[in-house]
Structures are given as structure tokens and as C-alpha cells.
């Protein structure tokens, strides 16, 4: 069984632009999450979709945003790209939310702001 | 806020040791509780879980003790392998609503042969 895919997997931007990441959760997953990894730090939560609805978010600016798809496969958006934002962003899935079930991770997608 | 800190930020030890890592919490309302291993340039990578009404769980190589009365979490992983090496997060969810999971800023373990 697939585990939660990302893409891309590298991805360059120049400061100012907007970048596009892409997940697919598990099979029969419907709760998707974003996390930020910046470089020697640990993760921050930024987005948290579940059945196509935002269920939380973390403290990042507006220009953080996302959506989920009906096949619950789920978008990361970032506008107005500043090179602090610059970081390992990754993906996690689970089964559907209220109660306590494990999250399980994407490799990540690695953007880059130059 | 509060949040899941960990106490060692570096762990050396040779192969075949036992190795402890610990972490804090510092939220009572925390129920859930798990074990990441990140290598490097990889996503964390599911090890084991715990939930607040358990103080012990166990897996292959890797045992997971919870103590709420002093907010204290760890792993030990028994025989410690070169391929352990990694960081290791815990991490903590609470029990009301649309709680997320929080992480620790992580423990690099590094693994001697």
C-alpha cells in the first residue's frame, strides 16, 4: 500500500513568486496536515484538513493557505514568497479526526526561495 | 504556550547499547503521545505511540514509557543499531477538539560501531 506522496519533491522559487505543493494521503485516509520544517528546527504545524473542511491552523501568516480535494488529496499554497520560507514542507495523513489515530508522513517537499 | 521540549538535544552511544531518550510535556491535558524518527533528509518516520491511560508500551527493539504525574515521556530502544541514527521528536496530542499534534524540538541519536 502507497504511503503519502508529495510533490515535487524539489522545488526553486524566487522571492515574490508563489509556490504550489501537492500531497496525496493514504488510501481511505481523510485527514490531511502541513507541517513546516525550516532547516535544524523542529516541525510547525501550519494546516490541518479533514472530509474537504479546515479543522485548524497554526500561527503562519495568511499567505499560508490550502484546500482539500474531494479525493482528499490536499494543496499547500504559498504566496509572496520570502526566502525565510525556505524549508522542508511536509505532509501527513490519518484516519478520519475525533479521535486518536497515528499520523503517518510524506517525505516532504523542499522549497527553496532565492 | 505550552509545549513538548526535550532534555537532551544530542545522545552518542556505541552499538548495542540501550538507549534513553526523554522528553517533557508540559500540557495535563495531553492524551496521546508519539515516537517520530526523522533521518536525514527524509519525513519522520512513525516508531511507536502511547495513550495517557498506558505508562508502558512496547514494540520491536523500542519501549515507550509515559509518567504523568511528573509530564515525563521516553523511548528506549534496546540494542542500538548504526541505522538508529536519526533524530527522534516526540510528540503530543491533546484530548479536546481540533487539537493537532505539537512536536518537540528533537534528539539527534548517534549510533557508534
Known amino acids: 500500500e502507497a504511503g503519502v506522496t508529495q510533490s515535487p519533491t524539489h522545488l526553486i522559487k524566487t522571492r515574490g513568486q508563489q509556490a504550489t505543493l501537492r500531497c496525496s494521503p493514504i488510501?481511505?485516509?481523510?485527514?490531511v496536515y502541513w507541517y513546516q520544517q525550516a532547516l535544524g528546527l523542529g516541525l510547525q504545524f501550519l494546516l490541518w484538513?479533514?472530509?474537504?473542511?479546515?479543522?485548524n491552523r497554526g500561527n503562519f501568516p495568511p499567505r499560508f493557505s490550502g484546500r482539500q480535494f474531494p479525493n482528499y488529496s490536499s494543496e499547500l499554497n504559498v504566496n509572496a514568497l520570502e526566502l525565510e520560507d525556505s524549508a522542508l514542507y511536509l505532509c501527513?495523513?490519518?484516519?478520519?479526526?475525533?479521535?486518536?489515530?497515528?499520523?503517518?508522513f510524506g517525505e516532504g517537499s523542499w522549497l527553496t526561495v532565492v | 504556550g505550552e509545549s513538548v521540549g526535550l532534555h537532551l538535544p544530542t545522545l552518542s552511544v556505541q552499538e548495542g547499547d540501550n538507549s534513553i531518550i526523554n522528553c517533557a510535556y508540559s500540557?495535563?491535558?495531553?492524551?496521546?503521545f508519539i515516537w517520530y524518527k526523522q533521518e536525514s533528509g527524509k519525513g519522520p518516520q512513525f516508531i511507536i505511540d502511547?495513550?495517557?491511560?498506558?505508562d508502558k508500551r512496547q514494540g520491536q527493539r523500542v519501549t515507550v514509557l509515559l509518567n504523568k504525574t511528573v509530564k515525563h515521556l521516553s523511548l528506549q530502544i534496546a540494542a542500538t543499531q548504526p541505522g538508529d541514527s536519526a533524530v527522534y521528536f516526540c510528540?503530543?496530542?491533546?484530548?479536546?477538539?481540533?487539537?493537532?499534534?505539537?512536536f518537540g524540538k528533537g534528539t539527534m541519536l548517534l549510533v557508534s560501531p
Open positions: 501527513a495523513s490519518s484516519l478520519q479526526q475525533g479521535v486518536r489515530n497515528t499520523i503517518y
Open positions: 488510501s481511505g485516509h481523510t485527514s
Open positions: 484538513y479533514d472530509e474537504g473542511e479546515e479543522r
Open positions: 500540557n495535563s491535558a495531553s492524551d496521546y
Open positions: 502511547i495513550r495517557s491511560n498506558m
Open positions: 510528540a503530543e496530542n491533546m484530548a479536546s477538539g481540533y487539537s493537532t499534534l505539537t
